[in-house]
């Protein structure tokens, strides 16, 4: 079971809409990270959100985190087809000298022109 | 860009071979990590590192081992493989910053026949 629920899955928009991206959990998390990942790359840190109810805006992105720090969403607006990608959040679940994340499974965005 | 190679890039292997895949850093982060990444799955996290010598079991470890004799390489190895392990299997670093920030390398896209 995955710990972290992202949705949708798969998503795919007209360049120029605006969308929302959801990552759900039971658990609390210390802070909680957005990550996007390019075909054949990596994925690369977007944002880390901290305080519960937390706003962070990275240009046309926007990233909150929820007041209970289990959820948090993105939300793209006017999306354009450079914003394509694999969307993958993840939580801060370290204790002691283990420093980990847990991912979610991700959400495959295509924005078409 | 955290200097993170990964090698090889791609491989090919049969089932039952043993497989070594490297990970190579240049900025002295203490964390290290390997991932794989299979669809609807995330990143599932296999073994992690938080010094030289010493790492510890992650979410699917069943099958891998990993070694850590310089702080810069972190080995991920199959004794013998099977079709199951075939995947991306990604490298992670981090350098023990409050905010728990990884950084990936590129990945090994395994295939075992």
């Known amino acids: 079971t995955q710990l972290l629920e992202q949705s949708p899955q798969f998503l795919s928009i007209q360049e120029g809409e605006n969308l929302t991206v959801y990552c759900n959990s039971s658990?609390?998390?210390?802070?909680l990270q957005w990550y996007r990942q390019e075909p054949g790359e990596g994925p690369v840190l977007l944002v880390t959100?901290?305080?519960?109810?937390e706003v962070k805006k990275l240009k046309r992105l926007t990233f909150q985190f929820g007041d209970a720090r289990k959820d948090s969403s993105l939300h793209i607006t006017a999306a354009q087809p450079g914003d394509t990608g694999l969307y993958l959040c993840?939580?801060?679940?370290?204790?002691?000298?283990?420093?980990?994340?847990?991912f979610g499974s991700g959400t495959q965005l295509t924005v078409l022109p | 860009d955290a200097g993170i190679t990964q090698s090889p890039r791609h491989k090919v292997t049969e089932t039952g071979t043993p497989v070594t895949l490297r990970c190579h850093q240049t900025e002295n982060h203490r964390y290290m990590y390997w991932y794989r990444q299979d669809p609807g799955h995330g990143l599932r996290l296999i073994h992690y590192?938080?010094?030289?010598?010493?790492?510890d079991k992650g979410e699917v470890s069943d099958g891998y081992s990993v070694s850590r004799s310089k702080t810069e390489d972190f080995l991920l190895t199959l004794e013998s493989a099977t079709s199951s392990q075939t995947s991306v299997y990604f490298c992670?670093?981090?350098?023990?910053?409050?905010?728990?920030?990884?950084?990936f390398g590129p990945g090994t896209r395994l295939t075992v026949l």
């Open positions: 590192s938080y010094g030289v010598k010493d790492t």
């Open positions: 959100v901290v305080t519960g109810g």
């Open positions: 993840a939580g801060d679940i370290s204790s002691g000298s283990a420093r980990q994340l847990t």
């Open positions: 658990s609390v998390f210390s802070s």
């Open positions: 992670a670093t981090q350098g023990g910053g409050a905010r728990n920030e990884q950084f």
